[in-house]
């Protein structure tokens, strides 16, 4: 059984998805498929083929975590001491031909948010960060084509 890396504040996000997969969302489904079995034939009734299809992913998603949760250790970036990129590090970046500064944070797979600046560790731009350091290249390729960044900070703080 492989581990899987995440931040705790990562984790602590995923298991308020769970809980209210489980107490909120669940039970809601369940009402509403009583309710669409309720309206007769279903054959013909799409409250209830939506009401199911709902309860699949609901439970597909339940089941996904809680596999997870088994596997998940958690990383305090607030503790780890060292210069190089590696999961949980707040990273300045430069882009070298527009001189734009981007600042990401280096995240497991299930906790990317572009929005927020969480790229994860297996993304083109996150695998070629890790073990870099300040005053460091990175050359990757991106959707767009090839990027080039200069490594302007390293940091391992509080998310």
Do not use: C, W
């Not at 190089?84 to 300045?92: C, D, R």
């Not at 970046?93 to 299930?110: A, E, M, Q, R, S």
Request: hydrophobic share 40%; aromatic share 6%; charged share 30%.
């Amino acid at each position: 059984m492989d581990k899987i890396f995440i931040t705790r504040q990562g984790l602590a996000r995923l298991e308020t998805e769970l809980l209210q997969l489980k107490t909120v969302e669940r039970p809601a489904i369940q009402a509403a498929i009583a309710e669409a079995r309720a309206h007769g034939d279903l054959s013909e009734n799409a409250e209830y083929h939506a009401a199911k299809e709902k309860q699949g992913f609901i439970e597909g998603r339940i089941a996904e975590l809680e596999d997870k949760m088994m596997r998940f250790e958690a990383i305090d970036p607030t503790r780890i001491k060292s210069d190089k990129i590696q999961l949980g590090a707040t990273v300045t970046l430069v882009d070298v031909d527009t001189d734009k500064t981007v600042v990401y944070v280096l995240v497991g797979p299930d906790e990317a948010d572009l929005e927020r600046g969480h790229i994860t560790t297996i993304s083109p731009l996150g695998r070629a960060l890790l073990g870099k350091q300040a005053g460091d290249e990175v050359v990757f390729v991106a959707p767009a084509g090839k990027r080039t960044y200069e490594v302007e900070k390293v940091a391992y703080v509080a998310l």
